[in-house]
């Protein structure tokens, strides 16, 4: 197998060595506990996946917030014709004698925001929470059809 070495600090790498880890980061080293915080509030954030369909009917959101509580998550309309979902992801109260491999759920606020358009009946919001799926249903106002008149033809 062939070596190449690496033009960054004379490190070598096997690039034809799939469980190599000797690999490269230039990010190593620059993170600091302040970005780790702000990282993770972020992820929370970007990680909560909300769909968003329009029915004849209805306006429907789901949400996936697997492991949290309805208790923990805020459904609010503000401004009128802005849904907000919101709530916070607790993390795991450590024991001291616990030791963690690996760490990859997200924990922190998440914060979503829709303005929902004109036909929205923003009075008569639902919602509700299955399997960890939260169901934000906001009806549609009935489109008013214009009225044809037919005119008779004289002559």
Known sequence: MALIPSIFGGRRSNVF?????????????????LANARDQ????????????KETPEAHVFK???PGLKKEEIKVEVEDGRVLQISG???????EKTDTWHRVERSVGK??????LPENAKVDQVTASMENGVLTVTV?????KKPEVKA?????
């Not at 509030?41 to 769909?51: G, P």
């Not at 916070?88 to 450590?94: A, T």
């Not at 998440?110 to 303005?115: A, E």
């Open 41 to 52: 509030e972020t992820a929370a954030i970007a990680n909560t996946r909300i769909d968003w």
């Open 63 to 65: 949400a996936d917030l």
């Open 110 to 115: 998440f914060h979503r925001r829709f303005r």
């Open 17 to 33: 060595d799939p469980f190599s880890h000797d690999i490269w980061d230039p990010f190593q080293g620059l993170s600091s506990a």
């Open 139 to 143: 009806p549609k106002k009935e489109e």
């Open 151 to 155: 005119i008779d033809i004289s002559g």
């Open 88 to 94: 916070e992801r607790s993390k795991e109260q450590e």
